[in-house]
């Protein structure tokens, strides 16, 4: 539905529903004020500005306003091999350089405070927006192959290529990903689940994220700086495992070979047959704060 076909009673309607989520994650302390007027903004520029006078900018009366307290310096690195997330910027994290495993055509989504559902495909040629509620301006952008979705949603579905990559990156709101390529992207303070996919770089900096993969041969990368992420290891799934652990924590499967684990939280180990350094795939973790728990395939 664009926008241009629904009452602006209904846009109104729209508009205070998502406004609500936002409140919502405020005062369950998940954002702060600053991040909840950034997803203010978001959300305004997908309505008409003549329709946005209600949605109030100032945060005040939802929370008193608490000056940010400045970052806490970085750890220093652990000395092992593996990337280091802590510091990677949402962009950074989108657009870590590709491997030889890497799918050669992307498709980029950016998620405020709604909510998508992204199904690979056998079969298709390129991507498709199959439904999409409430206040929309979206559209289906392609540049050199690539593709991207602009512009703001409440709720969409999207049908890709099985074989194209996924660039997604999560403020607020509910991502859903089934049987792609590879993932690569940074989930702020939403839910992002991801089943079926053949790789994946991402980061996680507060919120959750679950997914299942199958592991077998490139590099792969998941970095927490706070919530939970779990990683499922489908069958035939085999790699070598390096990362840090500062304030979280890390749990592994019985199978989980381990080589190497320092004092200072870093580790190194196999996951499926053959001794370390053997396998064609390698995952790098980096936990700073919350729980990675990796798993296999029952």
């Keep these: 539905m664009s926008q241009n076909n629904i009452s602006t009673s209904e846009v109104r309607k729209l508009k205070q529903t998502e406004l609500s989520r936002v409140e919502a994650l405020l005062e369950q302390g998940k954002i702060n004020n600053d991040e909840a007027a950034l997803l203010i903004d978001a959300l305004?520029?997908?309505?008409?500005?003549?329709?946005?006078?209600?949605?109030?900018?100032?945060?005040?009366?939802?929370t008193p306003k608490q000056p940010t307290p400045p970052e806490a310096a970085p750890p220093p690195p652990a000395p092992f091999s593996a990337?280091?997330?802590?510091?990677?910027?949402?962009?950074?994290?989108?657009?870590?350089?590709?491997?030889?495993?890497?799918?050669t055509q992307w498709l980029?989504?950016?998620?405020?405070?709604?909510?998508?559902?992204?199904?690979?495909?056998?079969?298709?040629?390129?991507?498709?927006?199959?439904r999409v509620a409430g206040i929309s301006t979206q559209s289906l952008q392609e540049n050199n192959g690539n593709y991207s979705i602009a512009g703001g949603?409440?709720?969409m579905t999207v049908e890709m290529p099985s074989s194209m990559g996924l660039k997604l990156n999560v403020t607020a709101g509910d991502a859903k990903v089934k049987n792609i390529a590879f993932l690569k992207g940074n989930n702020s303070v939403g839910s992002v689940s991801a089943k079926a996919i053949g790789g994946l770089d991402f980061q996680v900096d507060a919120g959750e994220f679950t997914a299942s993969a199958l592991l077998a041969t490139g590099q792969h990368r998941l970095g927490l700086?706070?919530?939970?992420?779990?990683?499922?290891?489908?069958?035939?799934?085999?790699?070598?495992?390096t990362g840090s652990c500062n304030l979280g924590s890390f749990k592994v499967p019985e199978s989980f070979s381990s080589q190497q684990k320092n004092l200072n939280g870093s580790f190194e180990g196999t996951i499926g047959t053959g001794p370390i350094g053997t396998s064609t795939a390698k995952l790098a973790i980096s936990v700073q704060a919350g729980e990675i728990r990796i798993s296999e395939e029952n």
Excluded at 83 to 103: G, M, R
Excluded at 111 to 124: A, E, R
């Design 44 to 62: 305004v520029e997908t309505v008409d500005t003549n329709e946005t006078s209600d949605i109030p900018r100032n945060l005040d009366p939802l």
């Design 153 to 155: 949603f409440s709720d």
């Design 83 to 103: 990337v280091d997330f802590t510091n990677k910027s949402e962009s950074q994290a989108a657009e870590s350089e590709p491997t030889e495993s890497e799918p």
């Design 108 to 130: 980029s989504v950016k998620v405020g405070v709604g909510s998508v559902t992204i199904k690979g495909k056998d079969g298709l040629s390129k991507p498709v927006i199959k």
């Design 225 to 241: 700086k706070a919530g939970s992420a779990k990683l499922e290891l489908l069958a035939g799934s085999s790699l070598d495992v």
